[in-house]
């Protein structure tokens, strides 16, 4: 089903933020999320139809986000009919707080969550709660984890990479080793919302981090994605021809979920849905391509101008418009839009100058 998926026509993921209600304060938020729940976010039943047509689009990976997904109260009843009344693999990605308890962890075993997602943006507390805005949060987090394992939940950590962290990153790697976790998701900082330009690392960091990803996905128990950093599929692909690899050295942990045939990318195979139902490319690219409370988010999907020029890569401009990695990568386009203004230009954190290899591009389309 995955493996035969046609970006144009339907994405990969669909994450819908179910509220923005959160009690954390985190320094990087990009929903600058809010103490209490918008009286105007999608109802249950409004839940139900936008999980209606979300099922039709060839059963993506669908997330639960917010906020905090765990301070909507009927959280549980839209995963249970996303999971068996329409079959679909779903995942939340909750805040660290104290609602986060061994029996709502063991309430989404049984409805039959396919995976928990953590936020850990440290192995210290001291750097953790800083990130988040919350003294504790660190605790509450390691407590939360040591719950998936005693429960036996595949376990993902969200890290988000600024330069409060980075020196950070060989610690962080070892922590989530030693947790048991299948996958580590490393976020790289796009500045919106609470994500402020001056924290984010520079270019040649992004390289020099994206090459060190790579040799612990070599290594590492876990696998390990790169989210609003496309262009690691390129450092990944430069790298294998470099040692000439053919697949990963490490057998992974069981990942019960699925990995997209190819990159996905801000409208392209990856699709956002706000708590009031406004679509987005992603969480982190602020252009409204409809709303599922006027049409359906399949044809918001697939007939948004927005959409469509993210997905076509002819469009892009600058070096990335005339990289022979285009197809494979295609710059972060929330990156671009946060810093120049215009989605279609260069990725302003990637180092490669384009080469024009013939017949290259072709080969990735």
Not at 133 to 158: A, F, K, V, W
Request: charged share 25%; with cysteine; net charge negative.
């Amino acid at each position: 089903m995955w493996n035969t998926r046609n970006y144009d026509h339907d994405p990969f993921i669909v994450i819908w933020e179910v509220t923005r209600a959160c009690a954390l304060k985190c320094l990087h938020c990009r929903a600058e999320a809010q103490y209490r729940a918008d009286p105007n976010q999608l109802s249950f039943e409004e839940g139900k139809a936008l999980i209606d047509d979300i099922a039709t689009m060839n059963n993506p990976l669908f997330v639960f986000t917010g906020g905090d997904p765990l301070m909507r109260p009927d959280l549980f009843d839209l995963a249970k009919y996303a999971i068996e009344e329409k079959g679909l693999s779903v995942s939340m990605t909750p805040s660290a707080t104290p609602k986060v308890t061994k029996k709502a962890i063991e309430k989404a075993k049984d409805v039959g969550l396919s995976r928990w997602a953590f936020s850990l943006d440290g192995s210290t507390a001291e750097i953790h709660d800083h990130f988040r805005g919350t003294r504790g949060s660190y605790d509450t987090t390691m407590r939360g984890i040591s719950h998936l394992q005693e429960l036996d939940i595949p376990i993902q950590i969200n890290t988000t990479v600024s330069a409060y962290n980075l020196e950070d990153m060989p610690k962080m790697a070892e922590l989530i080793k030693e947790m048991g976790a299948v996958l580590w998701s490393v976020f790289f900082l796009i500045p919106t919302g609470r994500g402020m330009e001056k924290d984010m690392i520079s270019a040649e960091q992004h390289e020099e981090l994206m090459e060190w990803l790579f040799e612990q996905q070599q290594n590492m128990p876990y696998d390990i994605k790169a989210t609003e950093a496309p262009h690691y599929r390129r450092v990944a692909m430069q790298e294998k021809q470099r040692l000439g690899l053919k697949q990963s050295m490490t057998t992974k942990r069981l990942d019960t979920l699925g990995r997209a045939p190819k990159g996905v990318n801000d409208g392209d195979g990856f699709i956002f849905i706000s708590h009031t139902g406004d679509v987005y490319p992603s969480g982190f690219l602020p252009l409204e391509c409809g709303n599922v409370r006027d049409e359906p988010l399949s044809q918001i999907y697939r007939e948004s101008p927005i959409l469509q020029d993210l997905r076509n890569k002819e469009k892009l401009k600058g070096k990335c418009g005339r990289c022979e990695y285009k197809y494979l990568c295609g710059g972060s386009r929330a990156r671009a839009f946060a810093i120049t203004g215009d989605y279609l230009e260069s990725e302003p954190m990637c180092t490669y100058e384009p080469k024009r290899a013939e017949g290259f591009v072709e080969k990735y389309q």
